[in-house]
């Protein structure tokens, strides 16, 4: 793979070093790779778990995988997590985290899981009690719609609680998708309670709210970035995590891999790294990068050895229904066990065996496969929609290499 920055200097990958170099070596293919999984298994170290509170939503997100649009995905319902489950939850953190782990995370998810509040308050209360020698971190996956003066006060009081809530950009483009139940935009409530919240405890507001955003396309980038960091509200606290839409691939929607489209967009968030602005763009281009700047150098192998997450799980995720996966993006056949029956040893290698003859279908002969992010979670899709985000993926790949060696010029003085 050959990749050219704007500065007209050339650089090859070779797969089988992991390395770049400054000499352009045409005859840099990836040689055969055959994989093989780890037949270690190891479900003792589990250190973050998702717990679906509810499927009941007070929003109906245009975007939602849960719409009853998708294929494979639940639909929003009454559904929420019982008492019972919630106490099996707690017997399963117990026997599954060591207990020399220094934190446990928990993130109660929804629909929305602040109208579960009540048994939010029951499980921290009956956790914490059950397991003393353990130290918890808490946070709840909220839309904004229901913060007010009684969630602050409640926050006060729970010193290892946050809310992660979800902003889309400013009132277009946030109200394009995300409506309520009678087809309403939400971001004036989200953005009226932000501001009451910060006004009735700003210290509170400032450690204890973190941020996410779904953007139907990278274009909306530039625009996001404008808004937040002109924004009283958001400017102090970027978004952890930026996701981009599920498609709808049975209504036709595409991945997108057209280069130019990422590189106008990767182009403004180089400028704004170079000119030293710490902001949204800044973020995304170092994430972009992220696995170049943390590859390993070993010499690839004609046969290499892989373990997945389920192998050895650091994370699940816990359904309302008492269902465990290894994380909430996995769609609803990929169930790895239950609060009742614990992990199921024959259905996490079942999983692992698909994903073992995908991998060695389409990453073998891949120039990519050394740095590529696709996961176990790619089986949602069938064969013609995991290409899409194959190509997806190598295009942003392929730009990720070009912008890690303009930071490296730039870094190092090299301007033309």
């Given at each position: ?153 409640w926050l006060s009081r729970v010193s290892n609680l946050f809310l992660t809530i979800t902003v889309d950009g400013d009132r277009i483009m946030h109200d394009n998708n995300r409506v309520t139940i009678s087809g309403n935009g939400s971001f004036d409530i989200i953005f009226r309670n932000l501001d009451n919240f910060r006004a009735q405890n700003p210290e509170l507001y400032k450690n204890r709210v973190r941020f996410i955003s779904t953007l139907k396309s990278i274009s909306d980038l ?195």
């Open positions: 793979m050959i990749v050219q920055t704007r500065h007209n200097r050339f650089y090859s990958y070779c797969p089988s070093s992991n390395r770049l170099k400054t000499k352009i070596d045409e005859d840099n293919d990836c040689a055969h790779v055959q994989y093989e999984l780890s037949s270690t298994y190891d479900f003792s170290h589990i250190g973050m778990y998702t717990i679906e509170m509810t499927q009941q939503c007070n929003l109906r997100c245009r975007y939602c995988c849960y719409s009853g649009d998708y294929a494979n995905r639940r639909h929003h319902n009454s559904s929420e997590i019982s008492f019972d489950n919630l106490q099996k939850s707690i017997d399963f953190i117990d026997k599954h985290t060591p207990h020399d782990t220094p934190a446990i995370y928990v993130s109660f998810y929804g629909g929305e899981a602040l109208l579960c509040r009540n048994k939010i308050e029951w499980f921290i209360r009956k956790l914490e009690r059950s397991c003393p020698d353990k130290t918890f971190e808490f946070a709840i996956s909220t839309n904004g719609l229901l913060i007010n003066d009684e969630v602050v006060e530039i625009r996001l970035n404008d808004f937040w960091m002109s924004n009283d509200l958001l400017r102090d606290n970027r978004p952890q995590h930026i996701s981009s839409i599920i498609p709808n691939f049975d209504k036709g929607d595409q991945i997108s891999h057209e280069e130019n489209k990422f590189k106008l967009v990767y182009d403004e968030c180089m400028n704004h790294y170079c000119n030293g602005l710490e902001d949204i763009l800044s973020d995304e281009l170092l994430n972009l990068v992220k696995p170049l700047k943390h590859r390993n150098y070993q010499e690839l192998k004609d046969k290499r050895l892989i373990s997945t997450c389920l192998n050895e799980p650091n994370s699940c995720f816990i359904s309302s229904r008492g269902d465990i996966y290894v994380c909430e993006r996995m769609c609803s056949q990929f169930s790895i066990g239950s609060l009742t029956s614990d992990i199921d040893l024959r259905l996490c290698k079942n999983i692992n065996q698909q994903y073992l003859n995908r991998k060695n279908h389409y990453c073998s002969n891949c120039w990519a496969q050394r740095l590529c992010r696709r996961c176990v979670t790619g089986l949602n899709f069938n064969e013609e929609q995991f290409n899409q985000y194959c190509l997806n993926e190598k295009m942003q790949l392929k730009l990720a290499m070009q912008y890690y060696c303009e930071m490296l010029e730039f870094e190092h003085g090299i301007n033309n």
